[in-house]
């Protein structure tokens, strides 16, 4: 198979394209926030096991700061991703694509944790059901295949 060759990215264009899905992730979740911050108890869980029971907690204000650079660690990982890559090899698409669907996969389980303390009677009682990281793996590749289909080169 040849290798796709795409036309070179300047450093800006190639950080506002990483970033851009980090800023949007950052801002649903401060939107959700500030939605359920009168239903948010006094303290929110914001580690949970694989079976769905809550380990660690935070303030609501200290958990969205968390949230904020979990959002600003992987920005910095697949931005030096993205100036690392060979210019000419086709990557910079998979990885755009890929910045997107981790976004969205990591703002809809921060806001899945929201909501999820929102149900609780109290901070230590919460649980995010299992099945809520399948759906935030599902959010993941949804939004990677709908981004894969529309950065597609026409011919």
């Keep these: ?76 990982g697949l931005l030096v991703a993205a100036f690392s890559i060979k210019h000419r090899t086709g990557g910079h698409r998979s990885l755009v694509v890929l910045c997107w669907a981790l976004a969205a996969a990591t703002a809809y389980g921060f806001i899945a944790d929201m909501q999820a303390s929102t149900q609780s009677p109290g901070s230590q009682a919460t649980a995010l059901p299992p099945y809520q990281f399948a759906i935030a793996a599902g959010v993941g590749v949804a939004v990677a295949v709908i981004g894969w289909v529309l950065s597609r080169r026409r011919s």
């Design 1 to 76: 198979m040849p290798v796709q060759h795409e036309p070179e990215v300047g450093a800006a264009r190639r950080t506002l394209l990483v970033a851009a899905p980090f800023v949007a992730g950052a801002a649903a979740v401060a939107v959700a926030f500030a939605a359920l911050h009168d239903a948010l108890p006094s303290k929110i869980a914001t580690h949970f096991t694989a079976d769905g029971t809550a380990t660690s907690f935070s303030s609501p204000g200290s958990a969205v700061a968390k949230y904020c650079l979990i959002f600003v660690v992987e920005f910095v």
